[in-house]
């Protein structure tokens, strides 16, 4: 065994593992197939075992390659912290952030706000996807999800961003003409504009009245799993849309839509979400608080800076909530 190993390679072999592929892994690191393959192959001489099985369709990692796996994460962590201690004293973050969110809240809040991140901490790189699913932070090889609703498993660590709920609303022209609902089951009767939520089933609204929970199945001659277009459909007049306060409220505002069953709303906080093992990571913990500080600064107020989350209801670092940010900074 060759015991040179570089964490170059073990990050193309992380790639890979989280890809299943090695065209994809070389697409998502701007490399060349030849060379990630070249690489992986040196990391298997260097250890002296095989990584992965590979067929013409499909690469799938050894049990050998698990465990390499493991240890390629905690090693890559342990390098990536080192490179943060050494920006911590030069006061300024460095390295690279994997972040993910929805199509919606995604583009038209994240992106600016990491636009802006960046801009301001010109050592940091980031990588920003969005998914019209919820995504599993820790399996693959996110730093930091931003996501729009309370679907948090036990095992992550959350930092609640903004407050936000999502209302039904339909255009007015809509309601002139179909009536207006007085009650939820009467939702049945009408035409519903269904979104492919990351963290609800498709086709079934669950909202609180006070501290109780209803349920309602809908469905319309409309759906998709991009928001924009929903929120155009009920616009148009096409139906009831059940969507986010931080997308409808302009469209409320101007007249263009109006609430329906305003005593009825579902709860969709905005969330921070990253892996424990990314707890003392200074330039996670600089980047959601800059995130934390820019909706605040868009209105998306948040006064409670609990986290959740945790085994038990702890709350994240041993329990103490995060500082109050310091400057400005999913599926809705």
């Known amino acids: 065994m060759n015991n040179d190993l570089l964490p170059a390679d073990l990050r193309v072999f992380c790639a890979v593992v989280?890809?299943?592929?090695?065209?994809?892994?070389?697409?998502?690191l701007g490399m060349s197939p030849a060379y990630v393959t070249k690489r992986v192959r040196l990391l298997e001489d260097s250890l002296g075992t095989?990584?992965?099985?590979?067929?013409?369709?499909?690469?799938?990692?050894?049990?050998?390659?698990?465990?390499?796996?493991?240890?390629?994460?905690?090693?890559?962590?342990?390098?990536?912290?080192?490179?943060e201690e050494?920006?911590?004293?030069?006061?300024?973050?460095?390295g690279s952030l994997r972040v993910s969110s929805s199509f919606g809240f995604g583009r038209r809040v994240v992106a600016p706000a990491l636009s802006e991140f960046v801009a301001r901490h010109p050592a940091m790189q980031v990588r920003f996807e969005v998914f019209d699913r919820l995504i599993d932070v820790a399996a693959e090889g996110y730093d930091l999800d931003v996501r729009v609703g309370d679907v948090i498993?036990?095992?992550?660590?959350?930092?609640?961003?903004?407050?936000?709920?999502?209302?039904?609303?339909?255009?007015?022209?809509?309601?002139?003409?179909?009536?207006?609902?007085?009650?939820?089951?009467?939702?049945?009767?009408?035409?519903?504009?269904?979104?492919?939520?990351r963290d609800h089933p498709f086709g079934v609204w669950r909202m609180q009245r006070g501290h109780q929970e209803h349920t309602v199945k809908v469905r319309g001659p409309l759906s998709a799993n991009n928001g924009e277009m929903v929120v155009q459909w009920a616009v148009d007049g096409r139906g009831i849309v059940l969507r986010s306060m931080w997308d409808v409220a302009p469209l409320l505002g101007a007249g263009k839509l109006?609430?329906?069953?305003?005593?009825?709303?579902?709860?969709?906080?905005?969330?921070?979400?990253?892996?424990?093992?990314?707890?003392?990571?200074?330039?996670?913990?600089?980047?959601?608080?800059?995130?934390a500080a820019r909706m605040a600064h868009l209105g998306l107020a948040h006064h409670d800076p609990a986290h959740h989350g945790l085994p038990h209801g702890e709350r994240a670092a041993g329990g103490s909530p995060d500082p109050a940010p310091s400057g400005p900074g999913s599926k809705a």
Not at 67 to 73: D, K
Not at 86 to 94: A, H, I, L, S
Not at 258 to 274: G, M, T
């Open 18 to 28: 989280r890809a299943s592929s090695f065209s994809r892994a070389a697409e998502d």
């Open 50 to 83: 095989t990584l992965f099985h590979r067929t013409t369709r499909s690469v799938v990692i050894s049990e050998a390659g698990e465990r390499v796996y493991h240890w390629a994460r905690r090693i890559l962590d342990d390098v990536d912290h080192l490179v």
């Open 86 to 94: 050494v920006g911590v004293t030069r006061r300024e973050p460095r």
């Open 153 to 197: 498993a036990p095992h992550l660590i959350a930092r609640k961003l903004a407050s936000n709920h999502r209302v039904l609303c339909a255009a007015p022209g809509y309601l002139a003409a179909r009536g207006t609902p007085r009650t939820l089951p009467e939702l049945a009767a009408h035409d519903c504009l269904v979104i492919k939520e």
């Open 258 to 291: 109006v609430q329906v069953l305003p005593q009825y709303r579902q709860s969709a906080d905005i969330w921070a979400v990253y892996p424990s093992r990314l707890n003392a990571s200074a330039k996670v913990r600089v980047c959601v608080e800059f995130l």
